[in-house]
């Protein structure tokens, strides 16, 4: 036996219910629910005026204290007829965040293309500045390859 006196409940047995018993139970049930139902038809017209069917039965006390919380949502049902199927849908807050961020790289890329940003123009004169290295260098090495080949006609003659 475990400490503390406690039994487990391990390599016990499995209890499983009668098919029969449950379906004795499922017909009193049953019974139960249109022995009410016959009682509410024959109930009088201003019982059923004052009682409203979209409210659900309140559990414990809800029925006897009225209580205003902005919080909580009441469940509507809506009929099939009623619903927009052409209304736009509500896009959750992390839907409308990724779609603003694409958005913004998006005009971003535009403006990068165009020239406009920082970085952008960090880029382009970064850009000209190895065009002009290249431009300096590619002449440097037309003359070195220009003497060359007059050093080479020279020593042939």
Do not use: C, W
Not at 96 to 112: C, G, N, P, T, V
Not at 142 to 147: A, L, M
Request: proline share 3%.
């Amino acid at each position: 036996m475990p400490r503390g006196g406690k039994k487990s409940h391990k390599g016990r047995g499995k209890q499983f219910s009668n098919p029969e018993e449950i379906d004795r139970q499922m017909k009193a049930q049953r019974e139960m629910e249109e022995k009410e139902g016959a009682e509410r038809g024959s109930s009088s017209e201003s019982e059923e005026e004052s009682s409203s069917d979209d409210e659900p039965k309140r559990k414990g006390v809800e029925g006897l204290i009225e209580i205003e919380n902005p919080n909580r949502v009441s469940q509507k049902s809506k009929k099939v007829v009623e619903i927009d199927v052409n209304a736009p849908k509500e896009l959750s807050r992390r839907e409308r965040e990724e779609i603003e961020k694409q958005k913004a790289k998006e005009r971003y890329m535009k403006l990068h293309l165009e020239g406009k940003t920082e970085q952008a123009r960090a880029d382009l004169a970064r850009l000209a500045i190895i065009k002009k290295q290249r431009e300096e260098a590619a002449k440097k090495r037309e003359g070195q390859r220009k003497e060359k080949e007059a050093e080479e006609a020279t020593s042939k003659r």
